[in-house]
């Protein structure tokens, strides 16, 4: 008899997992023993992917810290600080972006976990803003001719103290490696609403906004971090 | 609905992870030319063709023909970008077997490089138009300044009484 409740329990979990609230309910009506296991705290930890692509790549330098705080059960309260060094080296000029961001916003995990653990599949909105410098070295001039056939020019301008901001969507997974260790990894869609365009110029790349393009406001991202909980209370 | 929009947004991160703006396609408004119409000395209004014209000009000490040998009421041609001078030879009734009659033209400019995009940099316009006629000789009666900046290639900019 206990065996058939059981299963029956789970398929009903498997079932009905979309409508989370319900199957929580279910959860703690059967299970009264275990309603504080949910570890309540401070998340934080650092972007291995940036450090990693700086090794790699001499065009790229950059490292971003990261903190989270559990609110509800399924609400998080989050927030990145980083900073980037990008050369962009396209066929026909170069110039190099240097800068840091923040951003900060909420994560809401749809991740129903089995008891006592804490994994995450998750989906977030933050807010970004970046402050960074742009300096292009060369450029070509485009004549598409081959009387005069366009040349590098050489022409160092700095723009200074330039300001962007954006709005972002994070798709990503949590998984508690050790306890309280955490790996993650994430997508990041960003879409820029404002920015400082430099005067006879563009910004090519925005720190935390990464690459920028010339037809849209879109910005795409990825994350794959390692966080360390400090928990403070159970729940 | 969670699950629709995380499938939307991972759908339009592929889209966009391909970029058009590595390429610098040809349609792209790239660094102007010239355009000069020829008129009759007789009858302004009037387009007057140049019989067998040849267009040269002179870069590192080699000649380049532009047009050879055609007769048209106006031609296009590119300014150097790296002198705020250009120089052209415009030689009317050049044909294999005569020579013709050579004008020199001289056009100074000022220079200001604009940014295009991510692909193509940047371009140059010319501001300030000026021209000198050395020759003598001239068959050329007199050149009008119908736009002294050049920023694209939809106006006359320069026209050629003959």
Redesign the interface.
Known sequence: MNKILTSLFFIKVLLLSCYWGFAQEIERTINDTITKNNKYGLRVGADLARPAISLFDENFSGFEFMVDYRLTHRFYIAAEYGFDQDN?T????IASTKGSYFKIGGDFN?YNNWVGMNNAIY?GLRYGFSTFDQNLEE???????S??P??M?I?PSTYKGLTAHWAE?I?GIKTEILTNLFLSIN?Q?KNKFSEDVPE???N?YIPGFNKT????D???GFGYGISYLIPIYKK | MLKKIVFSALFIVFITGCTKDDICTEETPKTPFLIIKFKSKVNPLLPKEVSNLTVTTIVNDENIDLYKSETIDSIAIPLNTQSNTTNYLLIKGNTSTTDGNTDVVTFNYQRDNIYINRACAFKTIYRDLLILEIEEDNWINEIEINNSLIENEQNTHVTIFH
């Not at chain 1, 396209?90 to 000029?93: K, T």
């Not at chain 1, 070509?140 to 001719?145: F, V």
């Not at chain 1, 393009?213 to 849209?216: E, F, V, W």
């Open positions: 962009q396209e066929s026909n000029l749809a989906v450029y070509t001039i485009y004549t598409g001719d009387t005069f366009g040349t020019v022409d969507f798709f997508l869609l006879n110029f563009y090519l393009n010339d037809y849209s879109f910005g795409v």
